[in-house]
T-cell receptor, first 113, second 112 residues
Framework: QKEVEQNSGPLSVPEGAIASLNCTYS??????FFWYRQYSGKSPELIMS????GDKEDGRFTAQLNKASQYVSLLIRDSQPSDSATYLC?????????????FGTGTKLQVIP | DTAVSQTPKYLVTQMGNDKSIKCEQN?????MYWYKQDSKKFLKIMFS???????INETVPNRFSPKSPDKAHLNLHINSLELGDSAVYFC???????????FGSGTQLSVL
């Protein structure tokens, strides 16, 4: 069983729409959750982190966490063509204090002008 | 100034050769990592060092040997390269106790 699962996409949304990206994880002890954005040919960059249940908003981005359902999502409001990238969900499982961030395979987002 | 820099950016080599990738961070972070990203974009941790001490060593062939001369540097040496080693290798760093990762620009390794 994969530790972090994402739909690979591509997810296509029109410009200005809300893009919804989803992620599930297997380790119930996980405490830290992240969304990274990776443009083609570039390195991943952190865009959101979330540690407690509920929503966390940062500009056009909202991360949502539901630990009971082992589910984390990322909403992008007013999607722009520049948001077209692969979004990687990352989770730090309960690894005894060591940082062992585990990534999903990513969802490719395409924002259509 | 680049926060996490790795060299070379591209590495093309023949099977059986030995090659090294170098990584340096100027963020003052305590922890450094090597991640491998395969052709399907799956990013998997290989190694992690904290203050020059190896703390994570995933199931990686022993042809891969990391070395950390100090906490700002983490190099990766690969012996007897195989076709399956072709991938993008990312160096990353984080502040102690903080899992947020800062990635280098990656090294595209192609084994022919």
């Amino acid at each position: 069983q994969k530790e972090v699962e994402q739909n690979s996409g591509p997810l296509s949304v029109p410009e200005g729409a809300i893009a919804s990206l989803n992620c599930t994880y297997s380790d119930r002890g996980s405490q830290s959750f992240f969304w990274y954005r990776q443009y083609s040919g570039k390195s991943p960059e952190l865009i959101m982190s979330i540690y407690s249940n509920g929503d966390k908003e940062d500009g056009r981005f909202t991360a949502q966490l539901n630990k009971a359902s082992q589910y984390v999502s990322l909403l992008i409001r007013d999607s722009q063509p520049s948001d077209s990238a692969t979004y990687l969900c990352a989770v730090n499982p309960d690894s005894g204090g060591y940082q062992k961030v585990t990534f999903g395979t990513g969802t490719k987002l395409q924002v259509i002008p | 100034d680049t926060a996490v820099s790795q060299t070379p950016k591209y590495l093309v080599t023949q099977m059986g050769n030995d090659k090294s990738i170098k990584c340096e961070q100027n963020l003052g972070h305590d922890t450094m990592y090597w991640y491998k990203q395969d052709s399907k974009k799956f990013l998997k941790i290989m190694f992690s060092y904290n203050n020059k001490e190896l703390i994570i060593n995933e199931t990686v062939p022993n042809r891969f040997s990391p070395k950390s001369p100090d906490k700002a540097h983490l190099n990766l040496h690969i012996n007897s390269l195989e076709l399956g080693d072709s991938a993008v290798y990312f160096c990353a760093s984080s502040r102690g106790g903080d899992e947020k990762l800062f990635f280098g620009s990656g090294t595209q390794l192609s084994v022919l």
